[in-house]
């Protein structure tokens, strides 16, 4: 692996599981120092000792937990480089437009859409006065072509990840500062298990449609995090960063 983050401070949402975790690891790797946001203690706590980091608990929801958790990167490292903004929940049960209720589609909007607001507004300060930043906000395919699996709540969500990563991007990059979205196809990850647990056709229906022939591992997801985090991707703003096995473009 090479060692493209050198003295950069990483923060990572949701580090506890999943995406997050094995960018987590990889950032590290790389030689970031990496501060790991979770709600769960257990597994942020765990992912910060394994990748010699620090923890901090933080529900993305939370606007004061969420400056608390930048805040504790800029004190602890000095910096806040790279904000990988990425907690997220699955869709509710049933997220037909049909059937979703107004508390459930309200919910999802705020984990994965009011979220990402908060943590770009707490790390674009920090990341103005460096004059140096890159933003990393985790949607999702289904923010380019629809689930076609009656995910309203989810897909609207994401696709206001991808609409405000944009509009960041172009703002912010005369000062220094990257935004792109991550458009992940299937990830083999907790998420992704619950969703397919709980409907066994939708993973088989979900296959076919994926060129490569399988779901992603996380790790193949995290390779593209450390690149839009370095500076090998100096170049690449204000995209939607697809990393889906073609699953898009089929
Ligand atoms: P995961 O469930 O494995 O991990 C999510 C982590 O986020 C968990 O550790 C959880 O505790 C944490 N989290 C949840 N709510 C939080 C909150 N309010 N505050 C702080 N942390 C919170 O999920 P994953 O599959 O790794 O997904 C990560 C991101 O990737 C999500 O935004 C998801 O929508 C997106 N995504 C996933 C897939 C996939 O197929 N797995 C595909 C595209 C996009």
Excluded at 25 to 30: G, K, T, V
Excluded at 101 to 122: D, H, P
Excluded at 150 to 173: D, N, W
Aim: proline fraction near 3%; include cysteine; hydrophobic fraction near 45%.
């Amino acid at each position: 692996v090479c060692r493209r983050l050198v003295g950069r401070t990483a923060v990572v949402t949701g580090a506890g599981s999943g995406i997050g975790l094995a960018s987590a690891r990889r950032l590290a790797s790389e030689g970031a120092h990496v501060v790991c946001g979770d709600v769960d203690e257990t597994r942020g706590r765990a992912a910060a000792e394994e990748t010699g980091g620090i923890f901090v608990k933080a529900d993305v929801t939370d606007a004061e937990q969420v400056e608390a958790l930048f805040a504790a990167a800029y004190d602890t490292y000095g910096s806040v480089d790279v904000a990988f903004n990425n907690a997220g929940i699955s869709p509710p049960d049933d997220d037909s437009i049909l059937e979703t209720g107004l508390e459930a589609w309200k919910r999802v909007q705020e984990v994965n859409l009011t979220s990402v607001y908060l943590c770009c507004k707490a790390a674009i300060p920090y990341m103005r006065r460096q004059r140096r930043g890159s933003v990393i906000n985790t949607a999702s395919f289904v923010a380019r072509m629809g689930a076609a699996t009656s995910q309203i709540s989810y897909t609207a969500s994401k696709g206001g990840v991808l609409a405000m990563s944009r509009e960041l991007g172009v703002q912010f990059a005369r000062e220094g500062i990257r935004v792109n979205a991550l458009c992940p196809g299937p990830v083999n990850t907790p998420l992704l298990q619950e969703l397919f647990a709980k409907d066994p056709e939708r993973a088989a229906r979900r296959l076919v449609h994926i060129p490569v022939g399988r779901f992603a591992e996380a790790e193949e997801i995290a390779a593209a995090v450390a690149f839009l985090a370095s500076d090998d991707s100096s170049f690449v703003n204000a995209t939607d960063f697809l990393v889906d096995g073609g699953i898009s473009g089929a």
